[in-house]
Nanobody, 116 residues
């Protein structure tokens, strides 16, 4: 199973980006999907989580600005990031587990840089 994350880049403060994460190598459907981020010198932190039933959780720092969604047909999860701030600069990782298994998988990370 592989999770391929994409969509990162360099944007000015106030800009937007949409991250994508697509699963391949499995016919199983994603169960819980999430985005984490890790800034330089910081621990990895949860940004947003979306359960199979549609329950969403967001870090306080991104509430109202970020939205996590999924496309079950494509086995993909997305993160729409609006009103970006310099403190959102980090490597963003997608994370997922799959129905019927206990393994958790990580994408390779995509760098988001927000300039002030």
């Amino acid at each position: 199973v592989q999770l391929q994350a994409s969509g990162g880049g360099l944007v000015p403060a106030g800009g937007s980006l949409r991250l994508s994460c697509v699963a391949s190598g499995t016919r199983l459907s994603m169960n819980v999907m999430a985005w984490y981020r890790q800034a330089p010198g910081q621990q990895r932190e949860l940004v947003a989580r979306l359960s199979a039933t549609g329950r969403m959780n967001y870090a306080d720092s991104v509430k109202g600005r970020f939205t996590i969604t999924r496309d079950n047909d494509k086995n993909a999860v997305f993160l729409q990031m609006n009103s970006l701030k310099p403190e959102d600069t980090a490597v963003y990782y997608c994370n997922a587990d799959f129905q019927g298994t206990t393994a958790v998988y990580w994408g390779q990370g995509t760098l988001v840089t927000v300039s002030s």
